[in-house]
Nanobody
Framework: VQLQASGGGLVQAGGCLRLSCAASGSIFSINAMGWYRQAPGKQRELVAALTRAGSANYKDSVKGRFTISGDSAKNTVYLTINSLKPEDTAVYYC????????WGQGTLVTVSS
């Protein structure tokens, strides 16, 4: 099973993007799905996660601007990002957990000031 992330790009500060992630195969009993990001020279950090029960959790600095949604039955997860800031510039990686941890290949988001 591979996760394919898409939707990144170059946007101006204040703009918005919608990232998508889909699994190429079926993941049995997904427990959680979400997104990490890794900015240049920094560690990868969790920005948003969605549990099977539908509970969403966000990194404090993105609350109110990021919205995670997904469909565990369809093995898809989305991240809507509003009011983008230059500090949001990073490679965004999706993940899904279900028996094991699956990583997506990453999609680059670049925010210009």
């Amino acid at each position: 099973v591979q996760l394919q992330a898409s939707g990144g790009g170059l946007v101006q500060a204040g703009g918005c993007l919608r990232l998508s992630c889909a699994a190429s195969g079926s993941i049995f009993s997904i427990n959680a799905m979400g997104w990490y990001r890794q900015a240049p020279g920094k560690q990868r950090e969790l920005v948003a996660a969605l549990t099977r029960a539908g509970s969403a959790n966000y990194k404090d600095s993105v609350k109110g601007r990021f919205t995670i949604s997904g469909d565990s039955a369809k093995n898809t997860v989305y991240l809507t990002i509003n009011s983008l800031k230059p500090e949001d510039t990073a490679v965004y990686y999706c993940f899904m957990t279900g028996g094991r941890f699956y990583w997506g290949q990453g999609t680059l988001v670049t925010v210009s000031s």
